[in-house]
């Protein structure tokens, strides 16, 4: 079965998304996702100039090999625009694969280890009393884990925001100690709230200091989370040493992680208790499933990084790498804008009842209408720029 085209489609249903289409003599296609939020024409220029010259002509089936020959020949190895484009390439071909052999993608990576995967929405509030009132809603869906975001007293609307004009980052002010002083009263508080029975998570996306950190993770044991994600950036890993020292919270990491080698230490230390690395944005099934299979000789188990920005085509191949993955842990759901349903035909669906289902059709089950698509032409965006109270630029 040979590869003969390969394009990339590039739409804003609400918010941009990258897909390739890879196309074979046998007639069956397949899709893969390379969104990379806010430098996504990188990934499109990456893969339109580069890649898709070297894969026609090539075995749709040499999954394999065309990840290695993408992976060693540029000489450029890992980044994340590097990895999304192979990652696209691969979710494509392993589509192919499974539609080839007439089965859903979970069976040719081993079958299932689950019949559904447990999966955390995002509650997020201005204040408090809004926070307590969306959980109160998606308990009210059935989730039985969840996220919890909530705007910080004295720094204004959530995460607080000053436009800079269309098109353009947003401007948004941070303070730790405003953070430290009202974070652990708020998960607290939703605690109390929710009872002993609902799993709670929160991210603090990089914003604190390594001595913060683990004063926040020690502070909060009595809550019990689920997790805290991404205390501090793990650019080094050693700062992690620090926080595993002062707390038994569990830790959640790794969604801007591309490579295997980016979690190496953090997995063989223990370091962390979930690997949040997700098909997009680390090298497609071929990369995710070694980092699972590694990371489970030390009992870390999965999570997918699953905000908004991961397309429904990344779902559809987490949920079956998910089906499958015997170190599954949770799946994060944050959801799409309601115009990407006109673009993408999914399989995969929420159950109701607190988890996401990968689906039964053949491939990772999810389709691109290309003319719908047209519909919604790529908008340049941004993530925002955090600085702090002083104007010192600060991590997003
Ligand atoms: O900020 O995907 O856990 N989820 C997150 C996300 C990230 C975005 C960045 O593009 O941290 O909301
Ligand atoms: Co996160």
């Known amino acids: 079965m040979k590869i003969t085209a390969a394009r990339v489609i590039v739409c804003a249903p609400g918010r941009n998304f990258v897909t390739l289409k890879i196309e074979t003599d046998a007639g069956i296609h397949g899709i893969g996702d390379a969104t990379v939020n806010g430098r996504e024409l990188s990934v499109v220029s990456y893969l339109q100039d580069h890649v898709v010259p070297t894969l026609i002509g090539r075995d749709a089936h040499a999954i394999e090999d065309i990840w290695q020959m993408l992976y060693r020949g540029c000489y450029w190895r890992r980044g994340p625009i590097t990895m999304a484009a192979i990652a696209a390439v691969d979710v494509a071909l392993w589509d192919i694969k499974a539609k080839a052999?007439?089965?859903?993608?979970?069976?040719?990576?081993?079958?299932?280890?689950?019949?559904?995967?447990?999966?955390?929405?995002?509650?997020?509030?201005?204040?408090?009393?809004?926070?307590?009132?969306?959980?109160?809603?998606?308990?009210?869906?059935?989730?039985?884990?969840?996220?919890?975001?909530?705007?910080?007293?004295g720094i204004g609307d959530s995460y607080g925001v000053k436009r800079q004009g269309p098109g353009l980052p947003e401007e948004q002010v941070w303070d730790i100690g405003k953070y430290?002083?009202?974070?652990?009263?708020?998960?607290?508080?939703?605690?109390?709230?929710?009872?002993?029975?609902?799993?709670?998570?929160?991210?603090?996306?990089?914003?604190?200091?390594?001595?913060?950190?683990?004063?926040?993770?020690?502070?909060?044991?009595?809550?019990?989370?689920?997790?805290?994600?991404?205390?501090v950036p793990a650019e080094n890993q050693e700062v992690y040493r620090l926080i595993r020292q002062h707390s038994v919270t569990r830790?959640?990491?790794?969604?801007?992680?591309?490579?295997?080698?980016?979690?190496?230490?953090?997995?063989?230390?223990?370091?962390?208790?979930f690997i949040r690395v997700t098909p997009v944005h680390a090298g497609g099934i071929t990369q995710v499933r070694r980092i699972a299979d590694f990371a489970a000789l030390w009992q870390i188990r999965t999570a997918c990084h699953g905000a908004g920005d991961m397309s429904p085509v990344t779902f559809g191949a987490a949920l079956h790498f998910g089906r499958w993955v015997p170190n599954f842990g949770i799946q994060e759901f944050a959801g799409h804008p309601r115009e990407a349903a006109e673009v993408f035909r999914c399989a995969w669906s929420y159950d109701g009842d607190g988890h996401l289902l990968s689906g039964e059709a053949p491939g990772h089950g999810v389709e691109i209408d290309e003319a719908a698509a047209e519909r919604f032409p790529y908008r340049r965006s941004y993530l925002g720029n955090v600085r702090l109270e002083d104007g010192t630029a600060w991590n997003y």
């Not at 280890?113 to 307590?132: F, I, N, V």
């Not at 607290?188 to 914003?207: K, N």
């Not at 044991?221 to 205390?231: C, G, M, S």
């Open 101 to 153: 052999a007439g089965m859903p993608l979970y069976q040719l990576l081993g079958g299932a280890s689950r019949s559904r995967m447990l999966c955390y929405p995002h509650a997020r509030g201005t204040d408090l009393p809004a926070l307590l009132e969306r959980v109160a809603a998606l308990r009210g869906e059935g989730y039985r884990a969840i996220r919890l975001q909530c705007g910080i007293p």
């Open 180 to 231: 430290m002083r009202f974070a652990p009263k708020m998960l607290q508080a939703v605690r109390d709230a929710v009872g002993e029975e609902v799993e709670l998570l929160h991210d603090t996306h990089h914003r604190i200091t390594p001595i913060d950190a683990a004063r926040l993770a020690k502070e909060v044991e009595p809550v019990n989370l689920y997790w805290l994600e991404d205390l």
């Open 251 to 273: 830790l959640a990491l790794g969604e801007i992680f591309n490579s295997i080698h980016d979690c190496r230490e953090l997995i063989q230390e223990q370091l962390i208790d």
